[in-house]
């Protein structure tokens, strides 16, 4: 093989192995078009959580579906186990809309932070998903 074809073939070894990454760690589908990935009982709401309903459909549903039941090959469902204040308490929701949460229960890839969110935003959302994750067996 001769010098110029070499440069070739490592960039393009490199673009496949690029190509691979991506398709490896990318969702599988785009945001909102996912089925769910569990049922969720919603119970009577109480007003901060209704607000956090409002909250969540307009800034997390996309990804993490209708009443946090998740997206097959987009995001994962907040009413399950891993959620549980327990194993990821209240901070912890306030950290992934603050600064994003690189993938480490599910493959779903890293979730990006949430652009323009208020704490007092954050924490209206995290009633509403404690309140279906208790209505739902979850703690």
Not at 16 to 36: D, H, K, L, M, N
Not at 43 to 56: D, M, W
Not at 74 to 82: D, E, T
Not at 108 to 134: C, H, T, W
Request: hydrophobic letters at 40%; a positive charge; aromatic letters at 8%.
């Amino acid at each position: 093989m001769t010098m110029i074809k070499k440069p070739y073939l490592l960039l393009a070894i490199l673009a496949a192995a690029a190509v691979a990454i991506y398709a490896f760690y990318r969702p599988t589908q785009e945001p909102g078009s996912g089925p769910a990935m569990v049922n969720v009982t919603v119970p009577e709401l109480t007003e901060t959580a209704k607000q956090g309903q409002q909250l969540f459909n307009a800034n997390c549903a996309q990804c993490h579906g209708r009443n946090a039941a998740g997206q097959n090959g987009v995001a994962p469902p907040l009413v399950h186990k891993f959620y549980e204040p327990s194993h990821h308490g209240d901070i912890s929701f306030h950290r992934a809309a603050k600064f994003g949460v690189r993938a480490h229960h599910w493959r779903f890839g890293n979730m990006p932070p949430v652009e323009g969110i208020k704490d007092d935003d954050v924490s209206k959302i995290v009633a509403y998903v404690r309140e279906l994750q208790r209505a739902n067996g979850i703690h």
